[in-house]
DNA sequence: GTTCCGCATGAATCGATAG
DNA sequence: ACTATCGATTCATGCGGAA
């Protein structure tokens, strides 16, 4: 079987070559709804439903039943509003047979600056958990936190500033270093995660931190499972995998960013941070 | 008219009271929904659509055109799924009428303990804003917060191209003056708040923090407006309005709420932490 | 080899202006 | 009227070269 490849082409055609459960997570950022015709895809808000849908469809075909798909998107203000595909998305994927098991909360601590009369800045994305399933796998072990100092000492002087600001890495533990908290005290952590965005340059605009996927693939599967990105654009979901010791597949209908991510994967010395 | 007090009885039928165009925030935290009968006539999650509309038609009329509806709510876990009534609830209140401006997340640092198999604890919660038209009162001063700590260091020794406006190579968009940041001690917030739960009163499901209120009344209204809370319970929307000089009116269909709320009013110094 | 520090960049959004 | 393009605004991070 197909494996630890950079597939080019739209993933509703590609998947078609997978054959049914054999995936154990699907981790993805799809190209979010734009209303310019020039960016990638060039999906508007109205019509994003509909693009995805079909898509979705092959998704729950190839995930196993004990699998996972995890679903990284954020709706964009349109006309002062926030626009409502993501929800109507979430709707319609229950109507197409997945269980909407879970929401995370990604709270990007660099958010895009900017200032504007009637919002702040937009620090958070949706983690949307899908299954197929209600007994999914899951090993809420592998993404333990240490209990730092900080819970018993830092509740205790909150400054009003404090309330307000993030100030800290509290659940933010995430993989590097987890061996050397071996002896003290580990607490499993929430549905919200704390990590910055990258700024670092790769030629593709939506670049998550690698320490994302990386948290999922931790926790919802072990060493030899597969994980498929169907919209990998800049290779990270692949990078985290690799990291991991899993099979991936990623996919990608930008034959550029296809190149970019197998060079990723090859040289991937300096691209583990 | 009516103000700074708690009215007893059911908002849809003790709002009808209230002229139109007369609140200038709305900040409330419903009844979750639940399956026991215990709290507010035992709403249902499969009811709570229909349960709510008629009294958010009521809140579109009693609120100024300049005026914000803040809606704190989360869907509870039903079955091992997340229920979707908030997603039919936002897309019905747009139907209403209701401008869907912006979620915010409130991020609950001390979230309750605990442990299942196939979720983490749940550690946020919308804060859903809701507007009649596009202009509406923001105060976007009265709550800035203090600038990171990169600041510190980053400014602490300007180069030559800091002094002067410089043009990001990439067609971002974005250029900067680093010099402009030196003094600034004030940053705009995000529209992610970090704050822990309080426990002022167990017999109340919904307990939040006064600070939480406090955020949006001074973000929304300035001294002197009227702020109404639907569903008063505790009174913790009624303690932080008087606490920022507004006039407010809290109406609760529990008449012990409604007894403890004006006491805890009367007898304010020790419970404005 | 470390630490320090300069500096580019990022899933953005609004309002005004032009076609 | 309605759509497309453009300019303005702004905060935190991590890379990479220098010390």
């Given at each position: 079987?197909?494996?630890?490849?950079?597939?080019?082409?739209?993933?509703?055609?590609?998947?078609?070559?997978?054959?049914?459960?054999?995936?154990?997570?699907?981790?993805?950022?799809?190209?979010?709804?734009?209303?310019?015709?020039?960016?990638?895809?060039?999906?508007?808000?109205?019509?994003?439903?509909?693009?995805?849908?079909?898509?979705?469809?092959?998704?729950?075909?190839?995930?196993?039943?004990?699998?996972?798909?995890?679903?990284?998107?954020?709706?964009?203000?349109?006309?002062?509003?926030?626009?409502?595909?993501?929800?109507?998305?979430?709707?319609?994927?229950?109507?197409?047979?997945?269980?909407?098991?879970?929401?995370?909360?990604?709270?990007?601590?660099?958010?895009?600056?900017?200032?504007?009369?009637?919002?702040?800045?937009?620090?958070?994305?949706?983690?949307?958990?899908?299954?197929?399933?209600?007994?999914?796998?899951?090993?809420?072990?592998?993404?333990?936190?240490?209990?730092?100092?900080?819970?018993?000492?830092?509740?205790?002087?909150?400054?009003?500033?404090?309330?307000?600001?993030?100030?800290?890495?509290?659940?933010?533990?995430?993989?590097?270093?987890?061996?050397?908290?071996?002896?003290?005290?580990?607490?499993?952590?929430?549905?919200?995660?704390?990590?910055?965005?990258?700024?670092?340059?790769?030629n593709h605009s939506a670049t998550?931190?690698?320490?994302?996927?990386?948290?999922?693939?931790?926790?919802?599967?072990?060493?030899?499972?597969?994980?498929?990105?169907?919209?990998?654009?800049?290779?990270?979901?692949?990078?985290?995998?690799?990291?991991?010791?899993?099979?991936?597949?990623?996919?990608?209908?930008?034959?550029?960013?296809?190149?970019?991510?197998?060079?990723?994967?090859?040289?991937?010395?300096?691209?583990?941070?």
């Amino acid at each position: 079987m197909l494996k630890n490849q950079i597939l080019h082409g739209d993933c509703q055609q590609v998947l078609q070559t997978l054959p049914n459960n054999s995936v154990d997570l699907i981790f993805t950022s799809p190209p979010y709804a734009d209303q310019r015709k020039h960016t990638y895809g060039g999906v508007t808000p109205a019509h994003y439903v509909d693009w995805f849908l079909p898509r979705a469809a092959q998704f729950l075909r190839v995930l196993k039943p004990t699998g996972t798909f995890i679903l990284n998107i954020k709706e964009r203000a349109v006309a002062g509003e926030r626009h409502t595909y993501v929800l109507e998305l979430i709707l319609k994927l229950r109507e197409q047979g997945w269980l909407w098991t879970e929401e995370f909360i990604w709270h990007k601590k660099n958010s895009y600056p900017g200032k504007w009369p009637n919002r702040f800045r937009d620090s958070w994305e949706r983690l949307l958990q899908f299954n197929k399933q209600r007994n999914f796998n899951m090993y809420q072990e592998a993404v333990m936190v240490p209990v730092g100092d900080w819970s018993k000492t830092r509740l205790a002087k909150l400054s009003d500033t404090d309330k307000i600001r993030d100030e800290s890495n509290v659940n933010s533990g995430f993989g590097k270093n987890i061996s050397n908290w071996v002896g003290r005290d580990m607490v499993y952590p929430t549905n919200v995660l704390h990590m910055a965005t990258e700024c670092y340059n790769r030629n593709h605009s939506a670049t998550f931190p690698v320490g994302l996927p990386e948290w999922f693939i931790k926790l919802f599967t072990v060493e030899g499972d597969m994980v498929l990105d169907p919209f990998v654009g800049s290779g990270t979901t692949a990078v985290a995998a690799k990291n991991l010791g899993c099979n991936f597949i990623g996919i990608d209908i930008n034959e550029v960013f296809c190149e970019l991510t197998t060079n990723r994967l090859t040289l991937q010395t300096s691209l583990t941070q």
